[in-house]
């Protein structure tokens, strides 16, 4: 109500909020207001015109072209009934035209109630086949189970037909029915005027039809999707696997024999074992000592409640077992979806169960079951037996006291038989009551359960109710009652029943983690995601998890409960499972407001959790299996279209993000199946992830970027990409030490470049095959690849690039012992970075690759005592250091620039390079300009590679020594005034954490 409220409040007529809350009127209802209704509620006629209005323009947001909005064609699953008569052909030889007209009439009228008692829909009638849907238009959680139910109700009323009639017993009227259920496309209106039809296309209708024909008379045949979806309702017999035409793989097929008679559909639901109890101490521990007080006459009521698959459930059935072995009596009350019109369901259920009664018995023997039944209950009499005969429709000719009562009084007598029944029962011995799912209780049973609640505190007797959210009960707050509101369990109990189901299996780390993420602490979507993960013949080591057709249909009726928030959902579940309002605006091209109304509603109904307000609110989506439902409802062609138009909105309004998250625009534009502008922002993603380090991350844009060139037209454009993903996968599969893939990656980058003729990427390419050669000892072939290098740049003329060939050769060089041939070559590439030629050739070499270059002959010159020479050198890497991304390489600068001053005679700190600043990364000032570095984990590799080149330098004699707190000067911390202790203390702290970016300063050097 809380979201009309806010609708009247956006029309300025917030005076009416609680008359509207009052009267129930919530968006469905207020859809259907016109001017009378709106005039009964004592509306004045302006603000009558005003709402009737806001009520026109209240249709459903739209969703952006080509996306599919509620009522348009939709992927789903449902379950598909066809039933055909039996002998029609013979009928219609027999018959005169007009009695086989009422015949058919009849069978047809029986297949419209059938279906429409159990919420389905008929959406064909062929000659005498009948077509029905159960999960479209409107689904339900139990769709499979309707459909069965509804079929055995037809053949039931059919049979009812036949001993009314009149008719000859070989003109009885039989039927046939076959269902299945799948994933359809439904709802594209097709066809013109009254024969306008939205069908349903896929291979789901034609398994029903073919199974139908299967079937014997009279029987009901369902495929294998169906049966398990009911897991144990219907009683069934194996058909085997029947090949079916127009059907690709065989269909295991069953006959349904009756229904099973189970105490609760926790029972129903499964088809195999329990898995063990995970968690939920506390919960049962509350529940057994209520059991403990309500054992010694102090009866107590227990409200369970939580989300659909939370555990309640489980949880009774816990406290079941537990006190299995004690002296008690059970009574277990099941309310159901599909009868919650249907007075005393539950009740019914329940005595039928515990007398043996089935619909094969006759009446007397239903009687009789019945009477042994009561017998066991001291005070029952001849009145309460005609009051439960009535009550299971059992005709009652043994003449039983059956006053001729109003339906009132009727009621009334059997309420009170009922209670007497149990108060009797409790006199015996304890009673624990079970009550399941009482937000689908019927207003009779309901009644009932409030006298019980009434009746429990002097009795005997443990009432455990389990109920969804929403089930609001007036008892709550007495004194013998008591609520458990069941949460979510956590990541660990998750794992751990990952682990209880999967057993022995072994499901790799990843798939765990999935599992964990995906079910949101649900047991529920656990249990299912891992069977069918289990189940499916997929390998299950890196599939993605689709969402179990077990949860398809419960899944899919929460988002069709949604009057204006589906179209608002499907379109944001193409967002992610966290989106924005604003950018959920601008890609649904509707006013805040009408997006406002639909998140108010998704916020409302639990399916989405907003925080913020307004155009800032941020949003999520409550289930990931929710979001996986919505989005997986939308045609392909239609997600498409929704993906190419997110990432238009993202390049062209939301430019931060697209320059920030490329990866995110890149999703979009694959998706979107825009291959040219994917490929682009994956490159863009790759870069700028390897840029802070974030290798695994680059690999994985890469290879997505690498995925996609089999669908790029242009050959030269599709060389220039390939090169790029393999060199920038390599170079990052070099750093996670992944040698043998990236060599492989360069091995492709060079087939490519080659044929391309491409020389600078060719050099890159064996400059890297060097690199990756040097730390697997392999100098020979190390040296090979960067003389190639070498070569192809100097034939090119690519200073930079041969410069960098030269650096890697100087190095492999030096590890060979080969000083003098090292040294010349960091010279050629010295002058290379420096000299005249480099500065003709106005290349734009970015200042950290040259820094580092000259640096590494720095490193090595200082290794032979050419003091001297690598402080030039040091003097010449240090504004390209200072003024590049890598604290690392400025650090090492700083030591080498330090080097100098020492041989010069000079001392100390160059305040100017903040070293010590990068002394505890995670407490850097915030908005430093290292403070992007840190996040990377780059100052701490930038710290101790400086302390590094500290030891490089101990190594040749040039002394440093670490300062007392004192001596480092005051203005290079970050709060001036910081005390010595505190100093000390976070030294401490810097010590616990490994590794320790050390706190040091450089002090004058003794020779
Ligand atoms: N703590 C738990 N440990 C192990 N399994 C659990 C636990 N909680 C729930 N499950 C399993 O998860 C599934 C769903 O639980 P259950 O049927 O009890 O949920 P529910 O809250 O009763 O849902 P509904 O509202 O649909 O009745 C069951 O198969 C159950 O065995
Ligand atoms: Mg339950």
Sequence with gaps: MRDVSQWLVGLGLDEYAALFDEHKIDFEALAELDGSDLKELGIPLGHRKKILKAIAGLDAPQAPAGVAASGEAERRQVTIMFCDLVGSTELSAELDPEDLRALINEY??????????????????????????????????????????????????????????????????????????????????????????????????????????????????????????????????????????????????????????????????????????????????????????????DGRVVLITGEAGIGKSRLTEELRRSVAAEPHVRIGYQCLAHYQNSAFHPVIAELERTAGIDHRHAPAEKLDLLETLLSRSADANDEDLALFADLLSIPNDRHFPDAHLEPAQRKEKTLSALVRRLESLAAATPVLFIFEDVHWIDPSTLELLERIVERAATLPLLVAVTSRPGFEAAWTGQPNTSLISLSRIDRRQSRALVDRIAEHTGLPESVLADIVAKADGIPLFIEELT???????????????????????????????????????????????????????????????????????????????????????????KHALIQDVAYQSLLRSARQALHRRIASVLCEEFTD??????????????????????????????DRAAARAAHAEAIGHYSRGLDLLGDMEDAERRATAEVDFNLGLAASMRVVERWDDALQALDRAESVARSHDRPAKLAEVHYLKG????????????????????????????LEKEARALGGLGD??????????????????????????????????????????????????????????????????????????????????????????????????????????????????????????????????????????????????????????????????????????SLARRRADARDEQPQPQLFAILPIRH
């Design 108 to 297: 047809q009228d029986a297949c419209r109630a059938a279906v429409a008692e159990y919420d389905g829909f008929v959406a064909r009638y062929m000659g005498d086949g009948v077509l029905a849907y159960f999960g479209y238009p409107k689904s339900h959680e139990n769709d499979a189970e309707r459909a069965v139910l509804a079929a055995l109700s037809l053949l039931e009323s059919l049979q009812a037909l036949n001993q009314r009639s009149t008719r000859r017993a070989d003109s009885a009227l039989a039927a046939r029915v076959g269902i299945a259920t799948g994933l359809v496309v439904v709802g594209d209106l097709i066809g013109e005027g009254a024969s306008r039809e939205s069908p349903v296309v896929g291979e789901t209708p034609n398994i029903a039809a073919r199974l139908q024909s299967v079937a014997e008379p009279d029987t009901v045949v369902i495929a294998q999707s169906t049966y398990q979806l009911t897991g144990r309702t219907f009683e069934c017999r194996a058909l085997g696997t029947q090949a079916l035409k127009g059907v690709a793989e065989p269909v295991q097929a069953w006959q349904v024999t009756g229904t099973r008679s189970v105490e609760s559909r926790f029972e129903a639901a499964r088809h195999v074992g329990l898995t063990p109890l995970v968690g939920r101490e506390e919960e049962l521990t509350l529940l057994l000592n209520r059991w403990k007080r309500a054992r010694d006459g």
């Design 531 to 621: 069977r069918t993960l289990l189940e499916s013949e997929r390998d299950t080591t890196g599939s993605s998890l689709d969402v179990p057709a077990t949860l398809q249909d419960s899944l899919m009726s929460r988002l069709d409960r949604l009057t204006v928030g589906k179209p608002v959902a499907q379109v944001a579940s193409a967002l992610g499972r966290e989106f924005t309002h604003e950018l959920l605006s601008a890609v649904c091209e509707e006013p805040p407001g009408k997006i406002e109304l639909a998140l108010d509603e998704l916020d409302a109904s639990g399916l989405v959790q907003r925080r913020g307000t307004g155009s800032q609110a941020s949003c999520v989506f």
């Design 657 to 686: 993000t697209a320059e920030l998250q490329p990866e995110v625009v890149a999703r979009h534009f694959t998706e979107g199946g825009e291959t040219e502008q994917a490929i682009s922002y994956w490159q863009r993603a790759g």
């Design 771 to 798: 690199n990756l050669y040097f730390p697997l000892g392999r100098f020979e072939d190390c040296l090979h690849e960067h003389e190639q290098s070498r070569d192809i740049a100097r034939r090119a003329g690519l």
């Design 812 to 981: 492999a060089y030096y590890q060979r012992g080969r000083m003098i041939t090292a040294e010349r070559h960091f010279d050629s590439c010295g002058e290379n970075l420096s000299g005249a030629r480099f500065r003709a050739s106005r290349s734009r070499v970015p200042g950290d690759e040259r820094h580092r270059t000259i640096l590494r002959a720095a490193i090595r010159r200082m290794h032979r005592r050419r003091n001297e020479q690598c402080g030039a050198c040091a003097q010449d890497s240090q504004p390209a250091g200072r003024g590049g991304r890598d604290p690392g390489h400025m650090l090492l600068g700083y030591g080498h620039g330090q080097v100098r001053r020492g041989i010069r005679g000079q001392s100390e700190i160059d305040g100017t390079v903040s070293t010590p600043r990068i002394r505890k990364p995670g407490r850097l000032r915030p908005g430093s300009p290292r403070q992007a570095a840190d996040r990377d984990g780059a100052a701490r590799r930038g710290s101790s590679r400086a302390q590094g080149s500290l030891r490089e330098c101990k190594k040749i004699g040039i002394d440093f020594r670490r300062s007392d707190d004192s001596r480092i000067p005051r203005s290079l911390h970050r709060r001036p005034r910081r005390t010595r202790a």
